[in-house]
């Protein structure tokens, strides 16, 4: 149960989770599980706890053993803790204690998950609703609005996406990407971010493939490396990435329904002309046995087509060192909506969430966050509809898809790292956005260019890709389709 989880508490827990192991760090109590890496270091001035897979790319070789102590050792005041955290990359959290100040903070997307609240009268952070529920042996607290969001058919068919920093229980809270939690408040508070300057795209180009090499370096050098190729930008950008290592990794891609799909036929090709370990991986239906470790370790789990995949990896990956490479995060600097001079609108958001005012409970946190949002995306130069899909799609639906991917196998996205990610959203706007993604494949070529010898997403319709260029386009598209289904 709870593989790979985490709780932390203000007191001592009298009855642990099982497989769990106990530490303590700046009068908290920390509860693992067993397989979950972690260390503790401490020094004057600062102490650090990291949780979960970390990867410093700027020392491939430091353990997370020693990028703790490097923390220790070369950080000495919370401007430098946060610069050194926004260059890792992996799925982690890190409590940190040092002069006047109290964190936890997690990876650049937070995939890790943070959530926290007042929970049996003292504070409570950790990895997901229900392992807090089962430690207190408690029931979920939802308040009407929240329950008839998770009986609307609407929320079913867009795989329970979810928006805000609320969570189903009413007591808990999570913490955003961009966010840090103040331990000394209780409270969630945004980060600074750091911005390397550049003199052009080439510049960012190296830095990027250097951030990605080495990703690919300490992943492979520490545990065993399944990685999936598809037709698409994401998933090829990676396999060039990881051209040094391609030896030690196993490729794959899940068997797809429909006969000649590009994204099982294209890898085939790349894998015959690169010489790669590759497999097409055969999904079976849901068996019961698995069905019922899924309703144990998820309070209201996703019964989806691609839940098949956990399976899959449950039963061939299961055992501690697998890491299953995963191609989100990198859309934060692809203009997912598009790109527009103008200002972005409170109505925009309200669209791009696929609900529309369907759900006003949605609707009162999306307005929460675009009214701070708007601020910080001015601080930092970043179009506020990329921060939109950082913050609120990857920071609640890929965080959920990975915790649940946690019962079978860890998975890491390279691009999740805050200095990769910096460094994208300062190239030039007209070369990151679809239909033609002209910078990414600048990426690919400087990488591996063999890989961008096949055609990328083949069967995505043309006039759609060009839709994507101008958020203005594909706002009144989906706006005209949202008052029509209506």
């Not at 007042?118 to 308040?143: P, W, Y």
């Not at 805000?164 to 990407?177: E, N, Q, S």
């Not at 999306?366 to 609120?392: G, R, T």
Request: net charge positive; glycine share 4%.
């Amino acid at each position: 149960m709870f593989r790979n989880q985490y709780i932390i508490t203000t007191s001592p827990l009298e009855n642990s989770p099982k497989n769990f192991l106990r530490s303590e760090f700046n009068n908290m109590f920390v509860y693992t599980h067993e397989d979950l890496e972690t260390f503790q270091c401490h020094k004057v001035g600062l102490q650090v706890f990291l949780l979960g897979i970390v990867i410093d790319p700027f020392h491939p070789e430091f353990t997370i053993a020693e990028i703790a102590k490097y923390l220790c050792n070369q950080c000495f005041n919370k401007e430098q803790v946060f610069e050194y955290i926004q260059s890792l990359s992996g799925r982690f959290v890190i409590l940190v204690k040092g002069n006047g100040f109290s964190y936890c903070l997690g990876d650049a997307s937070n995939l890790r998950g943070i959530l926290y609240g007042d929970f049996n009268d003292q504070l409570v952070i950790a990895s997901s609703i229900e392992l807090v529920l089962a430690t207190f042996d408690e029931r979920v607290k939802m308040a009407p609005e929240k329950q008839q969001i998770l009986h609307d058919p609407l929320f079913a068919a867009r795989e329970n996406m979810w928006y805000g920093d609320d969570t189903f229980d009413d007591r808990l809270k999570r913490v955003l990407p961009n966010h840090y939690l103040d331990l000394s408040e209780s409270r969630s508070v945004r980060k600074p971010l750091y911005f390397t300057k550049f003199k052009n795209d080439e510049e960012i180009i190296s830095y990027v493939s250097l951030i990605l090499k080495n990703t690919f370096s300490a992943l492979t050098a520490r545990y065993k490396v399944v990685q999936p190729i598809t037709a698409g930008w994401d998933s090829r950008i990676l396999l060039a990435a990881s051209k040094d290592h391609f030896e030690k990794i196993k490729y794959y891609v899940f068997d797809q329904a429909k006969k000649d799909d590009p994204d099982v036929n294209i890898p085939l090709k790349l894998s015959h002309k690169l010489g790669l370990n590759f497999h097409v991986n055969p999904t079976d239906p849901l068996r019961e046995d698995f069905l019922k470790i899924l309703k144990k370790n998820f309070l209201f789990p996703r019964i989806l087509k691609k839940t098949e995949h956990i399976q899959f990896h449950f039963d061939h990956h299961g055992e501690k060192g697998f890491i299953n490479i995963n191609g989100n995060c990198s859309e934060v600097a692809r203009y997912t909506y598009g790109y527009s001079s103008k200002k972005v609108t409170f109505d925009m958001v309200l669209t791009f969430s696929i609900y529309g005012n369907h759900f006003s409970y949605f609707e009162k946190r999306l307005k929460e966050w675009f009214k701070e949002a708007e601020v910080y995306s001015k601080e930092y130069n970043i179009y506020l509809l990329d921060l939109f899909y950082w913050e609120q799609r990857v920071g609640n639906w890929l965080s959920l898809w990975q915790a649940e991917q946690g019962i079978a196998i860890e998975e890491i996205s390279p691009y999740n790292n805050g200095a990769l990610l910096a460094a994208l959203l300062q190239a030039d706007s007209k070369k990151r956005r679809s239909p033609h993604y002209l910078f990414f494949r600048r990426l690919i070529e400087k990488l591996w260019p063999e890989v961008a010898s096949e055609p990328f997403n083949p069967n995505k319709k043309y006039l759609s890709g060009w839709n994507k260029k101008y958020t203005l386009v594909n706002y009144f598209s989906k706006k005209v389709k949202y008052l029509i289904k209506k």
